[in-house]
Every structure is written in structure tokens, then in C-alpha cells.
């Protein structure tokens, strides 16, 4: 991937000896800061992997130390500031500040990118050079980069291990759970719940199919979008830790039309009993559905779940049959 750079720049073959070496040192400085931001990031909820990338940093610091020396040793003390956005080819970094909501997983997997791009990097630089002795530092430090996922994988298990381990899983299903399962939860049961008496009273007032799917498509499309603004604009998640708002509110969204279309969609048959029986079915294992999620992610019994969401689904769908047929 090599996005548009604007502004001058050079190709990475046009790039000197020194300045190669100055790139390599603005590299080091970039990737450490990054390894620390990661680490001010999770070191609330993740303290032992915050750790990990304390000791990378640390890593990374001592590379520039090294590349530094040989800097100033050939080309004297003044070292150019050339940035990765004045070379051609490289891939621009999100600022981590800009990623406060990022779960583990995906800090580490940048991580493990960064790690990959710089070691790419300095195989190419070691091919270009004719220096012996720059040549023999860009290859050490390639090598290292290499090395850095096992190193990783080492500090891991230095400092995330047994109850700590246990503690940063814990927190990151947490944050799934708050982020992704209670908003999605949150949305099928409207879409699904509230919607019947919408659809099920239309399909009864008219006995006819197609009217009943306009009007259950109106209804889900329309709670769909009620429903993700308003999870979205009732918490920022910075207080509550549920992370992003609009991932939350989309999520919710989402998952509110496909709790309406579900029943909705067997009124595209033309016959009216055929239909309505599928959307009875479909409701039916729609409900079952949201007992499940309850029982798996919520510490909800399943017989409470099933009996406290089947009671409200009848009572729900007993009202649009009888203002149908009223």
C-alpha cells in the first residue's frame, strides 16, 4: 500500500548515505514514542501489556542510540530531520491519540506492522549503501526488528502471565461486551420486539402481504435509525468505558433493522397465511436468539431470558392482532 505523499519528497533510491542514516534515526524516535503512546493508552486496563511496550520502546531507544553514533562518527553532529512523509512509499501511521478506543488486539497487530515495515526498511537501506560499516548496522538492526515479535512474546510471558493475564482478558471481553454485544443486544430487541405491533397490525387490518411489508420495512428501517442516534448520542464512552459512540451506535442501528426485517421479510409472499405463519416462526427464533445472547454475555439464566423476552414478544404481538382486526 503506498499512499499519495504531498508536498516534496524523494524516492526512496535517490535518498544518500546520510540521509538514509538520518531517516533510519527519525524512524527509531517515531516507532518509540508510538510504543510509549500505546503504553500511556492501555496502561489503565491492560497495566502488564502496557509493560511490553514500555520495554519496546526502550528497544527502539537504544537502536537510535546506535544509529546516531555511527551517524555523527561519518557525517559529523548536524543530523537532517527527514520524516517518513518526505520519502515516497512508506505507510502513514494513525496518531494514537487519534485511537483512544482501540482494543488489544488491534495495538498489537500495528505493533507487529510496524515492526515489519521497519525491518523492510532496513533491508532495503542495507542493499543500497556501500559504507561496509553502515551496511553491517542496518543489517544487525533489520535482524533485531525480526526479532522483535518473539521479543514481544517473551516480555508476555514475563509480565502477563497467570491472574494478570487472566485480568487483561477479562477486561478486554468487557470492553467487547460494552462496546459491541450490550448496543447490539440493545437493538435486536427493539427491532425485534417492537416492530410486531406495527407489522402484525397492518398485515391484520388489510390480509394483505405486500402492504404489510411496506409497512414493516417503514417501521424497521425507521427504529433502525432512531435507535443508533440515540445510543450514539447518550454517552461518549470516555466516563463509562464503552468506547466509541458511533461504533456503538451503529452497531445498535444495524441491528435494529435486522431485528424488524427479520419477520418483515416473509410478507414478501404473496400469500397471506404462508406469510404470516414463516413471520411467527421467524419471530419465534428471533426471540430465542436475544434469550441466548442473554444467558451467554449478559449472566442472564437462559429460562429467565426466555421467559422475560417471550412474555413481552406475545404481549407486543397479541396488541397489533387485536388493533388489526379492531
Not at 68 to 87: A, N, S
Not at 206 to 220: D, I, Q, R, Y
Amino acid at each position: 500500500m503506498f499512499p499519495l505523499t504531498f508536498g516534496p519528497s524523494k524516492r526512496f533510491s535517490e535518498l544518500s548515505e546520510r540521509e538514509i542514516l538520518a531517516l533510519a534515526i527519525s524512524l527509531e524516535e517515531e516507532d518509540g514514542r508510538i510504543y510509549r503512546d500505546f503504553a500511556e493508552v492501555l496502561r489503565d486496563q491492560f497495566p502488564h501489556s502496557a509493560k511490553v511496550f514500555e520495554e519496546m520502546a526502550e528497544e527502539e531507544s537504544e537502536h537510535r542510540r546506535r544509529l546516531t553514533e555511527l551517524f555523527r562518527e561519518k557525517f559529523g553532529d548536524h543530523i537532517p530531520m527527514i520524516r517518513r512523509e518526505h520519502v515516497r512509499g512508506f505507510i502513514r501511521r494513525r496518531p494514537v491519540w487519534l485511537m483512544k478506543h482501540a482494543n488489544l488486539r488491534t495495538v498489537r497487530q500495528i505493533a507487529e506492522d510496524m515492526e515489519e515495515e521497519t525491518r523492510n526498511f532496513y533491508l532495503k537501506a542495507a542493499e543500497h549503501v556501500t559504507d561496509l560499516s553502515i551496511r553491517e548496522l542496518l543489517v544487525d538492526l533489520a535482524e533485531t526488528e525480526s526479532q522483535h515479535a518473539s521479543l514481544a512474546r517473551r516480555l508476555r510471558e514475563r509480565y502477563a502471565t497467570g491472574e494478570a493475564a487472566t485480568e487483561e482478558e477479562e477486561a478486554a471481553h468487557r470492553r467487547f461486551v460494552l462496546q459491541y454485544v450490550q448496543p447490539g443486544l440493545a437493538g435486536l430487541m427493539d427491532g425485534s420486539v417492537s416492530t410486531l405491533a406495527p407489522l402484525f397490525a397492518a398485515a391484520f387490518a388489510t390480509g394483505n402481504s405486500w402492504e404489510a411489508f411496506l409497512v414493516g420495512m417503514a417501521a424497521s428501517v425507521g427504529a433502525g435509525i432512531s435507535m443508533g442516534f440515540a445510543e450514539a448520542l447518550s454517552d461518549d464512552g470516555e466516563l463509562t468505558g464503552r468506547g466509541h459512540p458511533w461504533i456503538r451506535g451503529t452497531v445498535c442501528g444495524l441491528m435494529t433493522t435486522l431485528g424488524g426485517i427479520g419477520h418483515t421479510l416473509p410478507y414478501l409472499i404473496p400469500d397471506f397465511v404462508i406469510a404470516t405463519t414463516l413471520a411467527v416462526i421467524v419471530v419465534l427464533f428471533e426471540l430465542w436468539a436475544i434469550a441466548w445472547i442473554r444467558a451467554r454475555y449478559m449472566d442472564t439464566p437462559f429460562l429467565q431470558a426466555a421467559y422475560q423476552v417471550v412474555v413481552g414478544g406475545f404481549l407486543v404481538f397479541v396488541a397489533g392482532i387485536v388493533i388489526g382486526n379492531a
